[in-house]
């Protein structure tokens, strides 16, 4: 239930900066996936917690001195398939 709500919490915000901060700052994400959409899908895949720090650790290498590029969203563990030899 906590989960839940602060799920929809994280994904409401990420909304309310996507239509009324983000409309006013220069294109300046370095990455592919943008950071916004990045952070949407992490907690979407992972939960609130988690799927938040992965999005907060990609929002701290968002700096000029960073390359960026593209940098998807890692695979959930149940979901990578298994490799029987």
Same mark, same amino acid.
Request: proline share 13%; charged share 15%.
């Given at each position: 239930?906590? +989960?839940?709500?602060?799920?929809?919490?994280?994904?409401?915000?990420?909304?309310?900066?996507?239509? /009324?901060?983000?409309?006013?700052?220069?294109?300046?994400? &370095?990455?592919?996936?943008?950071? +916004?959409?990045?952070?949407?899908?992490?907690?979407e895949? /992972? %939960? #609130?917690? &988690?799927? %938040?720090?992965?999005?907060l650790? &990609?929002?701290? &290498?968002?700096? @000029? /001195?960073?390359? %960026? %590029?593209?940098?998807?969203? #890692?695979?959930? #563990?149940? +979901?990578? @398939?298994?490799?029987? +030899?």
């Open positions: 239930m906590l +989960s839940a709500i602060a799920k929809q919490t994280a994904l409401t915000l990420i909304r309310v900066y996507r239509l /009324f901060i983000s409309p006013w700052t220069l294109p300046s994400c &370095r990455f592919q996936p943008t950071c +916004s959409t990045y952070a949407v899908e992490a907690i895949r /992972f %939960g #609130p917690w &988690r799927g %938040g720090l992965l999005a650790r &990609r929002i701290l &290498r968002c700096h @000029p /001195f960073h390359p %960026g %590029g593209y940098d998807p969203v #890692p695979p959930h #563990p149940s +979901s990578t @398939p298994s490799q029987d +030899s």
